[in-house]
Protein backbone atom coordinates (compact mmCIF):
# COMPACT_ATOMS: atom_id res chain seq x y z
CA UNK A 1 0.00 0.00 0.00
CA UNK A 2 1.55 3.84 -1.12
CA UNK A 3 1.46 6.59 1.72
CA UNK A 4 -1.37 7.98 -0.36
CA UNK A 5 -3.98 4.92 0.38
CA UNK A 6 -2.90 4.02 3.17
CA UNK A 7 -3.62 8.17 4.12
CA UNK A 8 -7.34 7.25 2.35
CA UNK A 9 -7.81 4.18 4.32
CA UNK A 10 -7.02 6.32 7.89
CA UNK A 11 -9.39 8.78 6.67
CA UNK A 12 -11.99 6.10 5.30
CA UNK A 13 -12.02 3.98 8.49
CA UNK A 14 -12.71 6.92 11.09
CA UNK A 15 -15.22 8.48 9.32
CA UNK A 16 -16.39 5.18 9.85
CA UNK A 17 -16.45 4.79 12.93
CA UNK A 18 -16.64 8.24 14.26
CA UNK A 19 -19.97 8.06 12.17
CA UNK A 20 -21.62 5.00 14.35
CA UNK A 21 -20.18 6.07 17.36
CA UNK A 22 -21.73 9.65 16.83
CA UNK A 23 -24.81 8.48 15.79
CA UNK A 24 -25.88 6.48 19.07
CA UNK A 25 -24.46 9.37 20.95
CA UNK A 26 -26.96 11.78 19.33
CA UNK A 27 -29.64 8.73 19.87
CA UNK A 28 -28.75 7.71 23.44
CA UNK A 29 -28.28 11.57 24.36
CA UNK A 30 -31.31 12.82 22.88
CA UNK A 31 -33.22 9.99 24.81
CA UNK A 32 -34.59 8.92 21.57
CA UNK A 33 -32.95 5.07 21.78
CA UNK A 34 -32.16 3.28 24.74
CA UNK A 35 -29.63 1.42 22.54
CA UNK A 36 -26.47 2.12 25.72
CA UNK A 37 -24.86 -0.98 25.34
CA UNK A 38 -24.46 -0.55 21.17
CA UNK A 39 -23.67 2.71 22.03
CA UNK A 40 -20.53 1.32 24.38
CA UNK A 41 -19.88 -1.08 21.59
CA UNK A 42 -19.45 1.58 18.70
CA UNK A 43 -17.90 3.78 21.40
CA UNK A 44 -15.43 0.85 22.18
CA UNK A 45 -14.27 0.72 18.41
CA UNK A 46 -13.82 4.05 17.70
CA UNK A 47 -11.54 3.97 20.64
CA UNK A 48 -10.02 0.86 19.92
CA UNK A 49 -9.08 2.60 16.30
CA UNK A 50 -7.58 6.11 17.65
CA UNK A 51 -5.77 4.27 20.64
CA UNK A 52 -3.91 1.42 18.76
CA UNK A 53 -0.20 2.28 18.80
CA UNK A 54 0.52 -0.10 15.47
CA UNK A 55 -0.83 3.14 13.80
CA UNK A 56 1.95 5.54 15.05
CA UNK A 57 4.73 3.28 13.34
CA UNK A 58 2.55 2.90 10.36
CA UNK A 59 2.31 6.72 9.94
CA UNK A 60 5.94 7.30 10.83
CA UNK A 61 6.73 4.95 8.25
CA UNK A 62 4.52 5.94 5.14
CA UNK A 63 5.89 9.83 5.71
CA UNK A 64 9.65 8.84 5.82
CA UNK A 65 8.59 6.96 2.01
CA UNK A 66 6.81 10.38 1.35
CA UNK A 67 10.20 12.30 2.93
CA UNK A 68 13.09 10.79 0.51
CA UNK A 69 10.52 11.16 -2.75
CA UNK A 70 12.05 14.22 -5.34
CA UNK A 71 8.59 14.97 -5.71
CA UNK A 72 7.37 15.03 -2.26
CA UNK A 73 3.39 15.80 -1.59
CA UNK A 74 3.49 18.26 0.94
CA UNK A 75 -0.57 17.98 1.04
CA UNK A 76 -0.44 14.56 1.56
CA UNK A 77 2.63 14.77 4.38
CA UNK A 78 0.82 17.46 5.83
CA UNK A 79 -2.20 15.37 6.40
CA UNK A 80 0.52 12.08 7.40
CA UNK A 81 1.41 14.17 10.26
CA UNK A 82 -2.08 15.19 11.27
CA UNK A 83 -2.72 11.68 11.10
CA UNK A 84 0.72 11.38 13.49
CA UNK A 85 -0.74 13.94 16.16
CA UNK A 86 -3.80 11.98 16.17
CA UNK A 87 -2.85 8.43 17.11
CA UNK A 88 0.26 10.45 19.40
CA UNK A 89 -2.14 12.11 21.49
CA UNK A 90 -4.55 9.26 21.92
CA UNK A 91 -2.48 5.93 21.41
CA UNK A 92 -2.21 3.72 24.61
CA UNK A 93 0.91 1.49 24.40
CA UNK A 94 -0.41 -1.06 26.07
CA UNK A 95 -2.92 -4.06 26.08
CA UNK A 96 -3.85 -3.56 29.63
CA UNK A 97 -4.21 0.19 29.21
CA UNK A 98 -7.32 -0.27 26.24
CA UNK A 99 -8.77 -3.28 28.65
CA UNK A 100 -9.05 -0.46 31.27
CA UNK A 101 -9.98 2.06 28.74
CA UNK A 102 -13.02 -0.25 27.26
CA UNK A 103 -13.89 -0.88 30.94
CA UNK A 104 -14.27 2.63 32.14
CA UNK A 105 -16.02 3.28 28.66
CA UNK A 106 -18.80 0.50 30.12
CA UNK A 107 -18.34 2.15 33.46
CA UNK A 108 -19.46 5.47 32.52
CA UNK A 109 -22.02 4.15 29.97
CA UNK A 110 -23.92 2.36 33.20
CA UNK A 111 -23.55 5.32 34.90
CA UNK A 112 -24.66 7.79 32.70
CA UNK A 113 -28.27 4.90 31.52
CA UNK A 114 -29.06 5.17 35.81
CA UNK A 115 -28.35 9.16 35.61
CA UNK A 116 -30.71 9.44 32.95
CA UNK A 117 -33.31 7.27 34.85
CA UNK A 118 -32.68 9.83 37.80
CA UNK A 119 -35.54 12.61 38.62
CA UNK A 120 -35.19 15.77 39.96
CA UNK A 121 -38.13 17.73 41.38
CA UNK A 122 -38.52 21.46 42.93
CA UNK A 123 -41.16 23.49 44.21
CA UNK A 124 -43.70 25.69 41.52
CA UNK A 125 -44.68 28.85 43.21
CA UNK A 126 -48.06 27.24 44.93
CA UNK A 127 -45.67 24.61 46.47
CA UNK A 128 -46.50 21.98 44.47
CA UNK A 129 -43.94 19.50 43.28
CA UNK A 130 -43.16 19.49 39.29
CA UNK A 131 -40.12 17.32 37.59
CA UNK A 132 -37.56 19.55 36.54
CA UNK A 133 -34.19 19.62 34.73
CA UNK A 134 -30.81 21.31 35.33
CA UNK A 135 -32.20 23.25 33.26
CA UNK A 136 -35.35 24.30 34.80
CA UNK A 137 -33.81 24.31 37.95
CA UNK A 138 -30.51 26.80 37.46
CA UNK A 139 -33.25 28.50 35.75
CA UNK A 140 -35.48 28.78 39.07
CA UNK A 141 -32.45 29.97 41.22
CA UNK A 142 -31.20 32.51 38.72
CA UNK A 143 -34.78 33.98 37.86
CA UNK A 144 -37.81 33.13 40.43
CA UNK A 145 -38.79 35.98 42.82
CA UNK A 146 -40.36 33.29 45.22
CA UNK A 147 -37.60 32.39 47.64
CA UNK A 148 -39.06 28.82 48.56
CA UNK A 149 -39.04 27.71 44.50
CA UNK A 150 -35.32 28.64 44.66
CA UNK A 151 -34.72 26.90 47.97
CA UNK A 152 -36.20 23.74 46.42
CA UNK A 153 -34.37 24.23 43.10
CA UNK A 154 -31.23 24.22 45.22
CA UNK A 155 -32.27 21.19 47.32
CA UNK A 156 -32.39 19.24 44.14
CA UNK A 157 -29.17 20.25 43.25
CA UNK A 158 -27.73 18.94 46.34
CA UNK A 159 -29.73 16.24 46.38
CA UNK A 160 -28.29 14.74 42.64
CA UNK A 161 -24.51 15.65 44.10
CA UNK A 162 -25.52 12.67 46.91
CA UNK A 163 -27.09 10.43 44.48
CA UNK A 164 -24.15 11.05 42.35
CA UNK A 165 -21.59 10.18 44.99
CA UNK A 166 -23.96 7.43 46.05
CA UNK A 167 -24.12 5.89 42.64
CA UNK A 168 -20.97 5.08 41.05
CA UNK A 169 -18.87 8.70 40.83
CA UNK A 170 -16.48 7.42 43.44
CA UNK A 171 -15.48 4.19 42.07
CA UNK A 172 -15.08 6.29 38.09
CA UNK A 173 -12.63 8.65 39.87
CA UNK A 174 -10.63 5.24 41.13
CA UNK A 175 -11.32 3.58 37.75
CA UNK A 176 -9.97 6.59 35.78
CA UNK A 177 -7.35 7.22 38.22
CA UNK A 178 -6.06 3.07 37.52
CA UNK A 179 -5.98 3.55 34.03
CA UNK A 180 -3.55 6.93 34.51
CA UNK A 181 -1.27 5.31 36.70
CA UNK A 182 -1.04 2.47 34.33
CA UNK A 183 -0.15 5.15 31.74
CA UNK A 184 2.73 6.69 33.72
CA UNK A 185 0.46 10.06 34.50
CA UNK A 186 -0.05 10.93 38.35
CA UNK A 187 -3.84 10.85 38.28
CA UNK A 188 -6.75 11.32 35.65
CA UNK A 189 -6.56 15.21 36.16
CA UNK A 190 -2.76 14.89 35.04
CA UNK A 191 -3.43 12.75 31.93
CA UNK A 192 -6.60 15.02 30.61
CA UNK A 193 -4.73 18.12 30.94
CA UNK A 194 -1.70 16.80 29.55
CA UNK A 195 -3.74 15.16 26.64
CA UNK A 196 -6.47 17.93 25.74
CA UNK A 197 -4.17 21.43 25.96
CA UNK A 198 -0.54 19.84 25.84
CA UNK A 199 0.49 21.01 29.18
CA UNK A 200 1.47 19.84 32.69
CA UNK A 201 -1.28 20.69 35.81
CA UNK A 202 1.63 23.14 37.33
CA UNK A 203 1.82 24.96 33.98
CA UNK A 204 -2.10 25.35 34.24
CA UNK A 205 -2.47 26.24 37.92
CA UNK A 206 0.42 28.60 37.15
CA UNK A 207 -2.22 30.36 34.71
CA UNK A 208 -5.32 29.94 36.76
CA UNK A 209 -3.29 30.87 40.66
CA UNK A 210 -2.50 34.01 38.74
CA UNK A 211 -5.89 34.67 37.53
CA UNK A 212 -7.71 33.43 40.89
CA UNK A 213 -5.03 36.03 42.66
CA UNK A 214 -5.63 39.29 40.25
CA UNK A 215 -9.70 38.46 40.50
CA UNK A 216 -9.77 37.53 44.49
CA UNK A 217 -10.41 41.11 46.18
CA UNK A 218 -12.97 42.04 43.60
CA UNK A 219 -14.60 39.40 44.07
CA UNK A 220 -14.58 38.91 47.64
CA UNK A 221 -15.64 42.63 47.60
CA UNK A 222 -18.77 42.47 45.56
CA UNK A 223 -19.81 39.33 47.94
CA UNK A 224 -19.91 41.29 51.40
CA UNK A 225 -21.21 44.50 49.77
CA UNK A 226 -24.12 42.33 48.34
CA UNK A 227 -24.32 41.07 52.43
CA UNK A 228 -24.00 44.66 53.43
CA UNK A 229 -27.23 45.70 51.18
CA UNK A 230 -29.49 42.66 50.95
CA UNK A 231 -28.70 40.44 53.98
CA UNK A 232 -26.39 38.00 54.85
CA UNK A 233 -28.99 35.59 53.61
CA UNK A 234 -28.43 37.06 50.15
CA UNK A 235 -25.30 35.01 49.64
CA UNK A 236 -26.84 31.87 50.11
CA UNK A 237 -26.42 29.17 47.53
CA UNK A 238 -30.43 29.46 46.96
CA UNK A 239 -30.39 33.32 46.71
CA UNK A 240 -26.91 34.35 45.27
CA UNK A 241 -27.53 34.71 41.99
CA UNK A 242 -31.09 35.93 42.06
CA UNK A 243 -30.11 38.30 44.84
CA UNK A 244 -27.26 40.33 42.45
CA UNK A 245 -28.88 39.68 38.69
CA UNK A 246 -32.07 38.30 39.09
CA UNK A 247 -34.28 41.89 38.80
CA UNK A 248 -32.49 42.88 35.67
CA UNK A 249 -32.74 39.39 34.14
CA UNK A 250 -36.30 39.95 34.74
CA UNK A 251 -36.33 43.11 33.34
CA UNK A 252 -34.73 42.04 30.23
CA UNK A 253 -36.88 38.57 29.58
CA UNK A 254 -39.48 40.05 27.73
CA UNK A 255 -37.19 41.76 24.83
CA UNK A 256 -35.56 38.20 24.50
CA UNK A 257 -38.59 35.49 24.11
CA UNK A 258 -37.31 32.29 23.40
CA UNK A 259 -39.76 32.11 19.94
CA UNK A 260 -37.78 34.80 18.44
CA UNK A 261 -34.44 32.94 19.17
CA UNK A 262 -33.00 31.53 16.08
CA UNK A 263 -34.25 34.14 13.75
CA UNK A 264 -32.14 36.65 15.91
CA UNK A 265 -28.94 34.38 15.89
CA UNK A 266 -29.38 33.46 12.19
CA UNK A 267 -29.80 37.45 11.19
CA UNK A 268 -26.67 38.65 13.88
CA UNK A 269 -24.67 35.24 12.70
CA UNK A 270 -25.56 36.57 8.45
CA UNK A 271 -24.40 40.03 9.49
CA UNK A 272 -21.38 38.43 10.89
CA UNK A 273 -20.77 37.02 7.41
CA UNK A 274 -19.78 33.71 9.09
CA UNK A 275 -20.63 30.81 6.31
CA UNK A 276 -21.25 27.53 7.57
CA UNK A 277 -19.88 26.49 4.27
CA UNK A 278 -22.75 23.98 3.01
CA UNK A 279 -22.97 21.89 6.53
CA UNK A 280 -26.01 20.28 7.51
CA UNK A 281 -26.93 21.27 11.27
CA UNK A 282 -29.50 19.57 13.41
CA UNK A 283 -30.78 21.53 16.50
CA UNK A 284 -32.80 19.63 19.40
CA UNK A 285 -33.24 23.06 21.47
CA UNK A 286 -35.99 21.74 23.49
CA UNK A 287 -36.07 20.55 27.20
CA UNK A 288 -37.47 17.39 27.62
CA UNK A 289 -37.67 14.34 29.81
CA UNK A 290 -34.73 12.19 29.23
CA UNK A 291 -32.97 14.22 27.26
CA UNK A 292 -28.95 15.21 28.25
CA UNK A 293 -29.33 17.99 30.59
CA UNK A 294 -26.67 20.12 28.99
CA UNK A 295 -25.95 21.77 25.18
CA UNK A 296 -23.65 20.09 23.38
CA UNK A 297 -22.29 20.24 19.83
CA UNK A 298 -20.78 17.19 17.99
CA UNK A 299 -20.10 16.19 14.10
CA UNK A 300 -21.15 12.67 13.07
CA UNK A 301 -19.03 14.29 9.57
CA UNK A 302 -16.16 16.68 9.99
CA UNK A 303 -15.99 18.87 7.35
CA UNK A 304 -12.51 17.67 5.38
CA UNK A 305 -11.49 17.89 1.32
CA UNK A 306 -11.40 14.58 0.53
CA UNK A 307 -8.99 14.18 -2.34
CA UNK A 308 -9.99 17.59 -3.26
CA UNK A 309 -13.62 16.95 -2.84
CA UNK A 310 -14.96 19.32 -0.45
CA UNK A 311 -17.32 16.89 2.50
CA UNK A 312 -19.28 19.49 4.25
CA UNK A 313 -19.03 18.99 8.09
CA UNK A 314 -23.03 17.24 9.10
CA UNK A 315 -23.54 18.91 12.80
CA UNK A 316 -25.93 18.28 15.58
CA UNK A 317 -26.15 20.43 18.64
CA UNK A 318 -28.70 21.03 21.38
CA UNK A 319 -29.94 23.20 23.93
CA UNK A 320 -32.72 22.66 26.59
CA UNK A 321 -34.97 25.44 26.76
CA UNK A 322 -38.27 25.93 28.43
CA UNK A 323 -39.76 28.50 26.73
CA UNK A 324 -42.53 28.97 29.08
CA UNK A 325 -39.93 29.59 32.22
CA UNK A 326 -38.77 33.15 33.01
CA UNK A 327 -35.17 33.60 31.42
CA UNK A 328 -35.26 31.04 28.78
CA UNK A 329 -35.57 33.18 26.21
CA UNK A 330 -32.06 34.56 26.84
CA UNK A 331 -30.58 31.37 28.00
CA UNK A 332 -32.09 30.34 24.20
CA UNK A 333 -30.09 32.38 22.41
CA UNK A 334 -26.94 32.28 24.52
CA UNK A 335 -26.74 28.82 23.64
CA UNK A 336 -27.74 28.83 20.12
CA UNK A 337 -24.93 31.49 19.53
CA UNK A 338 -22.24 29.26 21.73
CA UNK A 339 -23.13 25.85 20.15
CA UNK A 340 -23.83 28.20 16.61
CA UNK A 341 -19.86 28.99 17.46
CA UNK A 342 -19.02 25.64 17.77
CA UNK A 343 -20.63 24.28 14.43
CA UNK A 344 -19.28 27.71 12.59
CA UNK A 345 -15.75 26.72 13.65
CA UNK A 346 -16.33 22.88 12.62
CA UNK A 347 -18.12 23.35 9.65
CA UNK A 348 -15.33 25.14 8.13
CA UNK A 349 -11.91 23.35 8.95
CA UNK A 350 -10.49 23.21 5.43
CA UNK A 351 -7.79 20.87 5.58
CA UNK A 352 -7.58 17.25 4.10
CA UNK A 353 -8.31 14.92 6.69
CA UNK A 354 -10.90 14.64 9.11
CA UNK A 355 -8.15 14.12 11.80
CA UNK A 356 -7.81 18.12 11.37
CA UNK A 357 -11.83 18.90 12.30
CA UNK A 358 -12.79 16.07 15.20
CA UNK A 359 -13.24 17.76 18.40
CA UNK A 360 -11.70 15.72 20.64
CA UNK A 361 -7.83 15.48 21.53
CA UNK A 362 -5.55 16.42 19.68
CA UNK A 363 -7.69 19.16 19.62
CA UNK A 364 -7.94 21.53 22.18
CA UNK A 365 -10.57 21.94 24.62
CA UNK A 366 -9.50 25.98 25.59
CA UNK A 367 -9.33 26.56 21.34
CA UNK A 368 -12.69 24.89 20.67
CA UNK A 369 -14.42 26.47 23.46
CA UNK A 370 -13.00 30.00 22.32
CA UNK A 371 -14.94 29.71 18.95
CA UNK A 372 -17.94 29.30 20.58
CA UNK A 373 -17.56 31.93 23.56
CA UNK A 374 -16.60 33.98 21.46
CA UNK A 375 -19.84 34.08 19.56
CA UNK A 376 -22.16 33.96 22.84
CA UNK A 377 -19.76 36.94 24.48
CA UNK A 378 -21.79 39.35 21.82
CA UNK A 379 -25.03 38.95 23.50
CA UNK A 380 -24.06 40.91 26.18
CA UNK A 381 -22.96 44.15 24.52
CA UNK A 382 -25.16 47.03 24.34
CA UNK A 383 -24.80 47.64 20.97
CA UNK A 384 -25.87 44.19 19.93
CA UNK A 385 -28.98 44.15 22.31
CA UNK A 386 -29.88 47.67 20.83
CA UNK A 387 -30.47 45.76 17.57
CA UNK A 388 -31.50 42.44 18.22
CA UNK A 389 -33.81 42.68 21.80
CA UNK A 390 -37.23 43.76 21.41
CA UNK A 391 -40.79 42.96 23.06
CA UNK A 392 -43.83 41.99 21.09
CA UNK A 393 -45.00 45.25 20.54
CA UNK A 394 -41.51 45.66 18.48
CA UNK A 395 -40.39 48.26 21.35
CA UNK A 396 -36.33 47.72 21.43
CA UNK A 397 -35.09 47.39 24.92
CA UNK A 398 -34.37 50.84 26.68
CA UNK A 399 -31.08 51.73 28.05
CA UNK A 400 -32.33 51.87 31.49
CA UNK A 401 -32.79 47.97 31.16
CA UNK A 402 -28.76 47.47 29.59
CA UNK A 403 -27.33 49.95 32.27
CA UNK A 404 -29.35 47.88 35.20
CA UNK A 405 -28.29 44.90 33.54
CA UNK A 406 -24.29 45.95 34.00
CA UNK A 407 -24.64 47.20 37.57
CA UNK A 408 -26.28 44.30 38.65
CA UNK A 409 -23.67 41.74 37.00
CA UNK A 410 -20.42 43.76 36.25
CA UNK A 411 -19.35 44.04 40.13
CA UNK A 412 -20.01 39.88 39.71
CA UNK A 413 -17.94 39.79 36.72
CA UNK A 414 -15.12 38.48 38.44
CA UNK A 415 -17.36 35.78 40.26
CA UNK A 416 -18.67 34.62 37.09
CA UNK A 417 -14.91 33.52 35.71
CA UNK A 418 -14.49 32.24 38.99
CA UNK A 419 -17.31 29.93 38.67
CA UNK A 420 -15.61 28.31 36.06
CA UNK A 421 -12.32 28.16 37.98
CA UNK A 422 -13.72 26.34 40.77
CA UNK A 423 -14.10 23.12 38.90
CA UNK A 424 -10.52 22.55 38.02
CA UNK A 425 -9.38 22.82 41.52
CA UNK A 426 -11.94 20.86 43.22
CA UNK A 427 -11.27 17.88 40.25
CA UNK A 428 -7.02 18.10 40.89
CA UNK A 429 -7.85 18.00 44.24
CA UNK A 430 -10.48 15.01 44.08
CA UNK A 431 -7.86 12.86 41.68
CA UNK A 432 -4.79 14.32 43.71
CA UNK A 433 -6.36 12.40 47.37
CA UNK A 434 -5.81 9.10 49.05
CA UNK A 435 -8.39 6.82 47.52
CA UNK A 436 -8.95 5.84 51.03
CA UNK A 437 -10.21 9.29 51.33
CA UNK A 438 -13.10 9.27 49.14
CA UNK A 439 -16.14 8.98 50.52
CA UNK A 440 -19.61 10.96 50.07
CA UNK A 441 -18.79 12.79 53.11
CA UNK A 442 -14.96 13.32 52.60
CA UNK A 443 -15.91 14.41 48.67
CA UNK A 444 -19.32 16.77 50.15
CA UNK A 445 -16.99 18.68 52.26
CA UNK A 446 -14.06 19.07 49.96
CA UNK A 447 -16.84 20.70 47.07
CA UNK A 448 -18.40 23.29 50.05
CA UNK A 449 -14.49 24.02 51.17
CA UNK A 450 -13.32 24.47 47.37
CA UNK A 451 -16.70 26.60 46.98
CA UNK A 452 -15.47 29.01 49.99
CA UNK A 453 -12.03 29.11 48.79
CA UNK A 454 -12.69 30.20 45.33
CA UNK A 455 -16.28 31.25 44.58
CA UNK A 456 -16.67 33.23 48.47
CA UNK A 457 -19.80 31.32 48.91
CA UNK A 458 -20.55 28.59 51.35
CA UNK A 459 -22.34 26.81 49.10
CA UNK A 460 -22.61 27.40 45.14
CA UNK A 461 -26.03 28.23 43.50
CA UNK A 462 -24.39 25.39 41.21
CA UNK A 463 -23.11 22.53 44.02
CA UNK A 464 -19.59 21.47 42.35
CA UNK A 465 -21.05 17.55 42.17
CA UNK A 466 -23.95 18.62 40.39
CA UNK A 467 -21.82 19.93 37.19
CA UNK A 468 -22.60 17.30 34.47
CA UNK A 469 -19.13 17.38 33.05
CA UNK A 470 -17.67 15.71 36.07
CA UNK A 471 -19.24 12.20 35.01
CA UNK A 472 -18.23 12.03 31.07
CA UNK A 473 -14.63 11.13 30.35
CA UNK A 474 -14.85 13.33 27.38
CA UNK A 475 -15.73 16.32 29.79
CA UNK A 476 -13.85 15.31 33.18
CA UNK A 477 -10.70 17.34 34.35
CA UNK A 478 -11.41 19.68 31.01
CA UNK A 479 -13.62 22.16 32.32
CA UNK A 480 -10.53 24.55 33.10
CA UNK A 481 -10.62 24.81 29.14
CA UNK A 482 -13.77 27.16 29.73
CA UNK A 483 -11.93 29.73 31.14
CA UNK A 484 -8.67 29.55 28.95
CA UNK A 485 -10.87 30.30 26.59
CA UNK A 486 -12.18 33.63 27.84
CA UNK A 487 -8.94 34.70 28.57
CA UNK A 488 -8.54 33.63 24.55
CA UNK A 489 -12.06 35.42 23.54
CA UNK A 490 -11.38 38.96 25.50
CA UNK A 491 -8.07 39.44 23.73
CA UNK A 492 -9.88 38.63 20.28
CA UNK A 493 -12.45 41.35 20.77
CA UNK A 494 -9.48 43.42 22.33
CA UNK A 495 -7.87 42.94 18.87
CA UNK A 496 -11.29 43.57 16.32
CA UNK A 497 -12.08 46.57 19.07
CA UNK A 498 -9.01 48.64 18.32
CA UNK A 499 -8.92 47.24 14.32
CA UNK A 500 -12.73 48.16 13.36
CA UNK A 501 -14.20 49.82 16.73
CA UNK A 502 -17.11 47.78 16.76
CA UNK A 503 -18.13 43.82 16.84
CA UNK A 504 -21.71 43.54 16.64
CA UNK A 505 -22.71 42.91 12.82
CA UNK A 506 -19.17 43.49 11.92
CA UNK A 507 -19.30 41.44 8.13
CA UNK A 508 -15.77 41.42 8.28
CA UNK A 509 -15.32 39.39 11.26
CA UNK A 510 -16.75 36.15 10.34
CA UNK A 511 -13.99 35.56 7.61
CA UNK A 512 -11.12 36.84 9.89
CA UNK A 513 -12.58 34.02 12.08
CA UNK A 514 -12.68 30.98 9.15
CA UNK A 515 -9.33 32.05 7.84
CA UNK A 516 -7.22 32.29 10.79
CA UNK A 517 -9.26 30.37 13.80
CA UNK A 518 -11.21 27.94 12.24
CA UNK A 519 -9.84 26.92 8.90
CA UNK A 520 -6.70 25.64 10.21
CA UNK A 521 -8.42 22.83 12.56
CA UNK A 522 -6.08 21.30 14.95
CA UNK A 523 -2.88 21.15 12.55
CA UNK A 524 -1.55 24.40 14.83
CA UNK A 525 -2.08 24.97 18.13
CA UNK A 526 -4.38 27.64 19.85
CA UNK A 527 -1.46 29.87 20.90
CA UNK A 528 -0.44 30.06 17.02
CA UNK A 529 -4.33 30.50 15.93
CA UNK A 530 -4.44 33.64 18.26
CA UNK A 531 -0.62 34.82 17.11
CA UNK A 532 -2.20 34.37 13.35
CA UNK A 533 -4.77 36.87 14.31
CA UNK A 534 -4.06 39.30 17.10
CA UNK A 535 -0.15 38.86 16.40
CA UNK A 536 -0.06 38.55 20.01
CA UNK A 537 0.42 35.16 21.77
CA UNK A 538 -1.96 34.06 24.70
CA UNK A 539 -3.41 36.73 27.33
CA UNK A 540 -4.86 36.22 30.12
CA UNK A 541 -4.94 40.02 30.78
CA UNK A 542 -7.77 41.16 28.63
CA UNK A 543 -10.19 39.12 30.59
CA UNK A 544 -8.99 40.33 33.88
CA UNK A 545 -8.97 43.92 32.93
CA UNK A 546 -12.86 43.33 32.04
CA UNK A 547 -13.22 41.66 35.67
CA UNK A 548 -11.97 44.79 36.99
CA UNK A 549 -13.82 46.87 35.64
CA UNK A 550 -16.08 49.66 37.83
CA UNK A 551 -19.99 49.04 36.76
CA UNK A 552 -19.67 52.97 35.78
CA UNK A 553 -16.76 52.37 33.39
CA UNK A 554 -18.58 48.94 31.57
CA UNK A 555 -21.45 51.35 31.23
CA UNK A 556 -19.62 54.28 29.24
CA UNK A 557 -18.04 52.12 27.13
CA UNK A 558 -21.65 50.34 26.02
CA UNK A 559 -22.77 53.95 25.96
CA UNK A 560 -20.02 54.36 23.35
CA UNK A 561 -21.15 51.11 21.28
CA UNK A 562 -25.02 52.05 20.94
CA UNK A 563 -23.94 55.53 19.94
CA UNK A 564 -21.29 54.31 17.12
CA UNK A 565 -24.23 51.99 15.93
CA UNK A 566 -27.27 54.13 15.23
CA UNK A 567 -24.42 55.80 12.34
CA UNK A 568 -23.56 52.98 10.92
CA UNK A 569 -25.85 51.48 8.05
CA UNK A 570 -27.24 48.09 8.85
CA UNK A 571 -26.37 45.61 6.02
CA UNK A 572 -29.14 42.80 5.19
CA UNK A 573 -27.96 39.47 6.35
CA UNK A 574 -26.04 37.41 4.30
CA UNK A 575 -27.20 33.66 4.14
CA UNK A 576 -25.67 31.07 6.44
CA UNK A 577 -25.17 28.73 3.37
CA UNK A 578 -26.15 25.38 5.57
CA UNK A 579 -29.15 22.97 5.61
CA UNK A 580 -30.48 23.67 9.42
CA UNK A 581 -33.39 21.43 10.37
CA UNK A 582 -34.98 21.56 13.75
CA UNK A 583 -36.15 18.28 15.89
CA UNK A 584 -37.25 17.93 19.09
CA UNK A 585 -36.56 14.66 19.55
CA UNK A 586 -38.00 12.23 16.29
CA UNK A 587 -40.08 15.01 15.41
CA UNK A 588 -38.75 17.60 12.91
CA UNK A 589 -39.99 20.75 13.95
CA UNK A 590 -39.27 22.97 10.86
CA UNK A 591 -36.36 23.13 7.82
CA UNK A 592 -35.37 25.61 5.91
CA UNK A 593 -35.64 23.42 2.32
CA UNK A 594 -37.57 26.51 1.13
CA UNK A 595 -36.19 29.35 2.93
CA UNK A 596 -34.53 30.41 5.79
CA UNK A 597 -37.19 32.49 6.61
CA UNK A 598 -39.76 30.26 6.17
CA UNK A 599 -37.36 27.95 8.98
CA UNK A 600 -38.07 30.72 11.26
CA UNK A 601 -41.59 31.25 10.82
CA UNK A 602 -42.73 27.95 11.39
CA UNK A 603 -40.82 28.21 14.52
CA UNK A 604 -42.26 30.54 16.18
CA UNK A 605 -45.41 29.19 15.09
CA UNK A 606 -44.64 26.13 16.73
CA UNK A 607 -42.81 27.94 19.80
CA UNK A 608 -46.05 30.14 20.25
CA UNK A 609 -49.02 27.49 19.34
CA UNK A 610 -47.41 25.12 22.02
CA UNK A 611 -46.12 27.47 24.75
CA UNK A 612 -47.85 30.59 24.71
CA UNK A 613 -47.98 33.91 22.74
CA UNK A 614 -45.64 35.44 25.22
CA UNK A 615 -42.45 32.47 24.92
Not at 125 to 130: A, C, M, S, V
Not at 191 to 198: F, L, R
Not at 305 to 328: C, H, L, R, V
Request: hydrophobic residues 35%; aromatic residues 12%; glycine residues 6%.
Amino acid sequence: MNPQDYFNQLNDNYLALHRRKEDLFWQTYMGTSDNHDGFADAEEALSAFISDPAHIQATRCNLDVLLQLTDEDDDLIRGLKGWLAFFDANAIESAEGRDKMAALIRTESALFAKRQEYLMYCNDDNGDKQQASLTVLAANIRTSNNESVRKSAHQALLDLEQWVLNNGYIELVKQRNDFAHQQGFRNFFDYKVNKTEQMTPEQLFTVLDDFELRTRERNQSSINNLAEVKGDSAVKGHNFSFMYAGDAARQLAPYVPFSQSLRRWMESFGRLNIDYSQADLTLDLLDRAGKYQNGFCHGPIPSFYAEDKWQPGKINFTSNAKPDQMGSGYDGINTLFHEGGHAAHFANVKQNSPCFSQEFSPTSMAYAETQSMFCDSLLTDGDWLKQYAYNADGEIVPDAVIQALIAAKQPFKAYEERSILVVPYFEWAVYSADEDLLTPEYLTTLARDTEQRILGLAASPRPLLAVPHLLSQEAACSYQGYLLAHMAVYQTRAYFTEKFGYLTDNPAIGPLLAEHYWKPGNSISHDATLRSLTGEGFSAAYLADTCNKTSDQAWLQEQAKIVAAQARVRAEPADLNAKISIVDGAETIANNAVSDSQLCDNFETYITQRYGSGC
